[in-house]
């Protein structure tokens, strides 16, 4: 009955009809849009606070982002359990370094391979909390409250998403 829990890849509609039906819900119950960057900032605030203690009560960044665990840490900490559990009820769960399509386009390199992660990681936060949000907060919830913004933001994640792939790949993804 539940081996479609098993499977590798899902479709993409059930998916996207299961995370609209998800959001709706957390808007509803929550009053509050489904959304992730803001927990790393978060997280950064708590980790700063183990160094800096109550100084970092005192920055303005902090005042209005609260470094504390909400239900947006939660829903963080849920993904990345929900994400291992699948991959391992569907047998594709491995650990690697380098992916194999890194690394036919860039090699082997574990340090490149770790480099640009972190690099893209960086970019990612940075342009997240400079577009007050991430995909998850503009392309899933903006866009399902017809937020103008998050229309745009959702475009432009398509169109850099595309570009980056024929960029890096060379062929369009």
Avoid: N
């Amino acid at each position: 009955m539940l081996t479609w829990l098993q499977e590798t890849t899902w479709s993409p509609y059930i998916v996207g009809i299961g995370i609209g039906i998800l959001s709706w819900l957390t808007l509803l119950i929550s009053k509050k849009p489904i959304g992730c960057s803001t927990t790393f900032a978060r997280t950064a605030g708590m980790i700063e606070k183990l160094f800096a203690g109550k100084k970092v009560d005192a920055k303005e960044y902090y005042r209005e982002v609260k470094p504390t665990v909400d239900w947006q840490f939660m829903l963080v900490i849920g993904i990345i359990i929900g994400a291992f559990l699948s991959a391992r009820l569907s047998g594709d769960f491995q650990a690697q370094w380098v992916p194999p399509v890194w690394a036919t386009a860039f090699g082997s390199s574990r340090l490149l391979r770790l480099g640009a992660a972190l690099l893209g990681g960086i970019l990612l936060g940075f342009g997240s909390r400079w577009a007050d949000g991430c995909t998850s907060g503009h392309g899933i919830s903006g866009t399902m409250q017809l937020g103008v913004g998050s229309w745009i933001s959702a475009i432009c994640f398509f169109i850099g998403g595309i570009l980056m792939a024929f960029f890096v790949f060379g062929v369009l993804a």
